[in-house]
């Protein structure tokens, strides 16, 4: 799998697992911590997440502006993780669970995000500068792939370990989990819950004895769920700790770019003519204006400021990156921008499997299981089967002998194992939401080789797709998986028919019914289609920046990359907002019409995207 590959790619993707491992956590629980610990609505919290993930990549940008400038990609990298080590330590310290408290994970978040900022960017700046030796060059693709995959291994636990924590948690305090319960706590303690009876069962069943004091309870539950999810960010700092022990000893693999590629950017500023060698007034009155234009259009298009600000802040870049490159940069400038604005689409879309998809898993899928289903929902019977699977595919493969007696060994011995816990396993088995986010990072790491294999043998008779060309099917195949949850949603009762406004103009609420549950392989179903549609779009566009950016724009370019796709993660909040005002199948609708938009527009400046490539 590496052969051909430089050692360093092996030190970019396990220093990356930490990262990887506190982002899946964050995807798996931030809104549902939020919600739980402070009493948010969705649209809430929805806006706090929306925030967190833009200022994760748009913090990038400084971070790219900061490394291009001194060149020490590899110091500022360094910083980025202690820094977000810092973050969620923060995120950690278990506090009372009221609104008072909020303020401490806002600072948090954005510690963690300002890290992020140092470090996502530049590495991935990093892994292209490896490929840009010519001896590296015709594995680029590839080699983001492999990245791309290992990355998410350490990312694949996260959603397990973070629920395994909070379930530990919760019963040291004496009680069992149930997602449906502080949303009716937090509304039990407002006054604004109608099922009494509901919450009455749910409240004995998870203490396991009958609850006589609902409000002392409520609140018990309440703190212990939180603090449960607090503890579960402890393990994501110690993932990071990892992360940063592995980089410090090992980052001399690396490229290292600080003085070599000072002389030559000197030398090629030279050659510029005057006005691109600085940034001129002109070009920094010209963006600032087009920035502050934009803000106040949103602004009063959307009665949201700092979204106006977020868009403002990307035209503002793409303005300012056009005055200050050269007539021969602009056509690669202007490619790169193109894509930068499809992504916006994609990752508004995609991301919801952390926000929107997540609300969908806790309330609309089934929380009990039986005994073969919830073989996916347990870290060890799922690693059993995967490990049962890898040995058949090793059997039935042309391979070595060795490889075939080892793949047969792996088949019935991890067959059986799983076996083995399907049997344990009782008729009904309650299951998890945040597990869900598990399934996409599984995926990635099953599904890299083959879609890998099948580049190569198009490779080979000449008919793989241009990286463009990728980017584009990734766009239809990520509309796909959201017809996928929009079928599934059809008949459900919609989350604004469970409000209504009672006799003294209070709004209640009632937690949704088990007729309007579904199975969680609707779910699994959207996550691997949407899975396919990520290894199509994400790593090609890594690569693609990596590829047509101009070398002295290099961290930049990634940076205006992750850019694009905080604007992208910005507009996530239009999920949370309409969750409880559309039907649900006119919610997913939004963003199987978004994606098929954007593949059509990519498909329509292919040529030039191409052209860029050459």
Same mark, same amino acid.
């Given at each position: 799998?590496?052969?051909?590959?430089?050692?360093?790619?092996?030190?970019?993707?396990?220093?990356?697992?930490?990262?990887?491992?506190?982002?899946?956590?964050?995807?798996?629980?931030?809104?549902?911590?939020?919600?739980?610990?402070?009493?948010?609505?969705?649209?809430?919290?929805?806006?706090?997440? *929306?925030?967190?993930?833009?200022?994760?990549?748009?913090?990038?940008?400084?971070?790219?502006?900061?490394?291009?400038? #001194?060149?020490?990609?590899?110091?500022?990298?360094?910083?980025?993780?202690?820094?977000? $080590?810092?973050?969620?330590?923060?995120?950690?310290?278990?506090?009372?669970?009221?609104?008072?408290?909020?303020?401490?994970?806002?600072?948090?978040?954005?510690?963690?995000?300002?890290g992020n900022g140092l470090f996502k960017g530049n590495l991935q700046a990093v892994v292209g500068q490896m490929y840009d030796d010519p001896k590296y060059s015709s594995?680029?693709? #590839?080699?983001?792939?492999?990245?791309?995959?290992?990355?998410?291994?350490?990312?694949?636990?996260?959603?397990?370990?973070?629920?395994?924590?909070?379930?530990?948690?919760?019963?040291?305090?004496?009680?069992?989990?149930?997602?449906?319960?502080?949303?009716?706590?937090?509304?039990?303690?407002?006054?604004?819950?109608?099922?009494?009876?509901?919450?009455?069962?749910?409240?004995?069943?998870?203490?396991?004895?009958?609850?006589?004091?609902?409000?002392?309870?409520?609140?018990?539950?309440?703190?212990?769920?939180?603090?449960?999810?607090?503890?579960?960010?402890?393990?994501?700092?110690?993932?990071?700790?990892?992360?940063?022990?592995?980089?410090?000893?090992?980052?001399?693999?690396?490229?290292?770019?600080?003085?070599?590629?000072?002389?030559?950017?000197?030398?090629?500023?030279?050659?510029?003519?005057?006005?691109?060698?600085?940034?001129?007034?002109?070009?920094?009155?010209?963006?600032?204006?087009?920035?502050?234009?934009?803000?106040?259009? $949103?602004?009063?298009?959307?009665?949201?400021?700092?979204?106006?600000?977020?868009?403002?802040?990307?035209?503002g870049f793409v303005a300012w990156i056009f005055q200050i490159s050269t007539k021969e940069e602009r056509p690669r400038v202007t490619s790169l921008m193109l894509v930068?604005?499809?992504?916006?689409?994609?990752?508004?879309?995609?991301?919801?499997?952390?926000?929107?998809?997540?609300? $969908?898993?806790?309330?609309?899928?089934?929380?009990?299981?039986?005994?073969?289903? !919830?073989?996916?929902?347990?870290?060890?019977?799922?690693?059993?089967?995967?490990?049962?699977?890898?040995?058949?595919?090793?059997?039935?493969?042309?391979?070595?002998?060795?490889?075939?007696?080892?793949?047969?060994?792996?088949?019935?011995?991890?067959?059986?194992? #799983?076996?083995?816990?399907?049997?344990?396993?009782?008729?009904?088995?309650?299951?998890?939401?945040?597990?869900?986010?598990?399934?996409?990072?599984?995926?990635?790491?099953?599904?890299?080789?083959?879609?890998?294999?099948?580049?190569?043998?198009?490779?080979?008779?000449?008919?793989?797709?241009?990286?463009?060309?990728?980017?584009?099917?990734?766009?239809?195949?990520?509309?796909?998986?959201?017809?996928?949850?929009?079928?599934?949603?059809? !008949?459900?009762?919609?989350?604004?028919?469970?409000?209504?406004?009672?006799?003294?103009?209070?709004?209640?609420? !009632?937690?949704?019914?088990?007729?309007?549950?579904?199975?969680?392989?609707?779910?699994?179903?959207?996550?691997?289609?949407?899975?396919?549609?990520?290894?199509f779009l994400s790593p090609m566009g890594l690569s693609f920046v990596s590829k047509v950016a101009p070398s002295r724009f290099q961290g930049l370019m990634q940076g205006?990359?992750?850019?694009?796709?905080?604007?992208?993660?910005?507009?996530?909040?239009?999920?949370?907002?309409?969750?409880?005002?559309?039907?649900?199948?006119?919610?997913? *609708?939004?963003?199987?019409?978004?994606?098929?938009?954007?593949?059509? $527009?990519?498909?329509?400046?292919?040529?030039?995207?191409?052209?860029? #490539?050459?």
């Open positions: 799998m590496l052969k051909g590959h430089p050692k360093g790619l092996l030190v970019a993707f396990f220093s990356n697992m930490g990262e990887r491992f506190g982002f899946y956590t964050m995807m798996a629980i931030l809104v549902l911590f939020l919600q739980a610990k402070y009493g948010l609505s969705e649209s809430q919290a929805g806006e706090y997440y *929306s925030w967190f993930y833009f200022g994760i990549y748009a913090l990038a940008l400084i971070g790219g502006i900061v490394a291009d400038a #001194t060149r020490k990609y590899k110091s500022v990298i360094l910083f980025g993780i202690i820094i977000m $080590f810092a973050g969620y330590v923060l995120m950690a310290y278990p506090t009372e669970a009221n609104k008072s408290f909020l303020w401490i994970s806002v600072i948090a978040l954005f510690t963690i995000a300002f594995v680029r693709d #590839t080699a983001f792939m492999i990245f791309y995959m290992g990355i998410n291994i350490g990312a694949f636990f996260a959603p397990f370990v973070a629920t395994g924590v909070r379930n530990w948690f919760l019963k040291t305090q004496g009680f069992a989990h149930d997602g449906s319960l502080p949303a009716m706590c937090h509304a039990f303690n407002r006054g604004e819950l109608s099922d009494m009876s509901t919450f009455q069962e749910l409240a004995n069943k998870v203490s396991g004895t009958v609850v006589t004091d609902l409000s002392a309870f409520a609140q018990e539950y309440i703190d212990a769920f939180a603090k449960g999810y607090n503890y579960a960010f402890g393990i994501a700092a110690g993932a990071m700790v990892i992360s940063l022990l592995v980089y410090v000893f090992f980052n001399k693999l690396l490229p290292s770019v600080s003085k070599e590629a000072a002389g030559v950017k000197d030398e090629a500023n030279k050659a510029l003519p005057k006005s691109n060698q600085t940034t001129s007034p002109i070009a920094l009155l010209l963006a600032g204006g087009l920035m502050i234009t934009t803000s106040v259009i $949103f602004y009063f298009l959307m009665n949201d400021v700092l979204l106006g600000a977020a868009v403002g802040l990307f035209v930068f604005f499809v992504v916006i689409f994609f990752w508004m879309s995609f991301h919801q499997n952390g926000l929107t998809l997540t609300f $969908f898993a806790r309330d609309y899928t089934v929380k009990t299981v039986d005994s073969f289903t !919830n073989i996916f929902f347990n870290l060890e019977s799922i690693l059993a089967f995967i490990g049962a699977v890898v040995g058949f595919f090793l059997l039935v493969t042309p391979r070595k002998m060795t490889q075939r007696i080892v793949g047969l060994a792996m088949f019935l011995g991890l067959g059986y194992l #799983t076996y083995y816990f399907i049997s344990g396993y009782s008729e009904v088995n309650a299951i998890e939401p945040e597990v869900f986010q598990s399934f996409n990072p599984l995926f990635i790491v099953a599904l890299t080789f083959p879609v890998m294999g099948v580049f190569a043998w198009l490779r080979k008779k000449n008919l793989e797709p241009s990286t463009p060309k990728k980017i584009g099917i990734g766009m239809i195949i990520a509309a796909l998986g959201f017809v996928i949850v929009f079928v599934a949603s059809l !008949n459900l009762v919609s989350p604004h028919e469970l409000q209504f406004v009672d006799v003294d103009g209070v709004t209640k609420y !009632n937690p949704v019914p088990d007729s309007s549950r579904v199975m969680p392989y609707w779910l699994i179903s959207s996550y691997l289609v949407l899975t396919i549609a990520e290894l205006g990359w992750l850019l694009a796709t905080a604007v992208g993660n910005k507009f996530l909040f239009i999920g949370s907002e309409f969750w409880g005002r559309l039907d649900l199948w006119q919610l997913w *609708s939004i963003f199987i019409v978004c994606c098929l938009l954007s593949a059509v $527009f990519i498909f329509s400046i292919m040529k030039r995207l191409e052209k860029a #490539t050459n």
